[in-house]
């Protein structure tokens, strides 16, 4: 049975604010231009891999997502580089970053919930 608060579990919270603030304040890359919120970390077993969710603040085109995804990905080397200067493994994962959608997905929920409210007058 699986504890609640793992290692990995804690390892990966760590690695959340650790690499928020290293997107926020280490990495300047002029062609960035939006906030960037890492949402959640997920590592593997092994604590090799970890795929890091990020949402960002103004992206309404889905080709501008891709594109920071992209760069993100490619300074994916220099985060973890950071990292090892900033937490203490022995292994630092190897970072993959993805789009986390979900607070999209949820507005898109409430406004569909609220229209329907609307509709039938409905209070909740």
């Known amino acids: 049975m699986e504890k609640s608060f793992s290692r990995s ?3 990966a919270q760590e690695l959340q604010k650790k690499i928020a603030f290293i997107i926020q304040y280490s990495l300047k890359d002029p062609r960035i231009k939006t906030i960037i919120t890492v949402s959640e970390v997920r590592l593997s077993k092994d604590l090799s891999y970890a795929q890091v ?3 960002f603040l103004e992206t309404k085109n889905c080709l501008t997502v891709k594109k920071i995804l992209i760069l993100l990905n490619n300074a994916s080397g220099y985060v973890r580089k950071l990292l090892c200067k ?3 493994l022995r292994i630092i994962p190897t970072i993959v970053f993805c789009h986390d959608d ?6 898109k929920i409430s406004i569909l919930l609220n229209k329907l409210t609307k509709k039938n ?4």
Not at 102 to 107: I, L, Q, R, V
Not at 121 to 124: E, K, P, S, V
């Open 86 to 88: 900033k937490i203490n």
């Open 102 to 107: 979900s607070f999209f997905k949820g507005n």
């Open 53 to 55: 969710f990020v949402s």
């Open 121 to 124: 007058n409905i209070i909740l």
């Open 9 to 11: 579990f804690r390892i």
